[in-house]
């Protein structure tokens, strides 16, 4: 049996590691929804080094880590784009290998716990429609899908999902 994964809050050197699962879970989660051309592009862009050290320190940032391998991310915090008691879960990913041995509902548990504690009552993502990893994780933690629209994404249109988990 392996040992489960320590869950603990992000630190600033954490970041590129971050990036390696993010561009790992991406390539296997969307290469042929969006091509892996456009995956290592949003890669490049939404996972880059600072952003990602920004985030750690500004947002609730936490990581899995086994036998000192960084295993998954979840990351959360408020958009200006909600009322205050919602915030949005902007990452959730585990490296494709450790996929379904319950990872992300390890990481999804202190982060729930963060955002009660700052005051926060819903807990919101947008998920592409044709992720379907993505889309049975967050139905299987309790999430309901509230909105589908279309969005434009590198030049091409895409349906995607939002959900919200009510968290009181």
Known sequence: MEGQ???????LDDAENVQTVAR??????YDEILGEETV??????????????????????????????LVGFANAGQNPEYEDDTFELFRIY?????????????LLEP???????EGGNQLRLSVLAENEVGMGFHKSHDFERVKEE???????????????KSLR
């Not at 790992?24 to 989660?29: C, D, E, Q, V």
């Not at 890669?43 to 940032?61: H, M, N, P, Q, V």
């Not at 585990?94 to 390890?106: A, F, M, S, T």
């Not at 982060?111 to 504690?117: L, Q």
Request: charged fraction near 30%; aromatic fraction near 14%; charge should be negative.
């Open 5 to 11: 994964p320590s869950i603990r809050r992000a630190k």
């Open 24 to 29: 790992a879970s991406w390539h296997t989660a």
């Open 40 to 69: 290592n592009s949003v890669i490049d862009s939404w996972y880059e080094i600072d952003g990602l050290r920004t985030a750690i320190k500004e947002t609730i940032f936490y990581v899995a880590e086994r036998d000192g391998e």
């Open 94 to 106: 585990v490296l494709p290998e450790y996929w379904n041995r319950g990872i992300g509902g390890q």
């Open 111 to 117: 982060v729930v716990g963060d955002v009660k504690s």
């Open 150 to 164: 279309d969005i434009e994404f590198s030049g091409e249109t895409y349906e995607e999902y939002e959900y919200v």
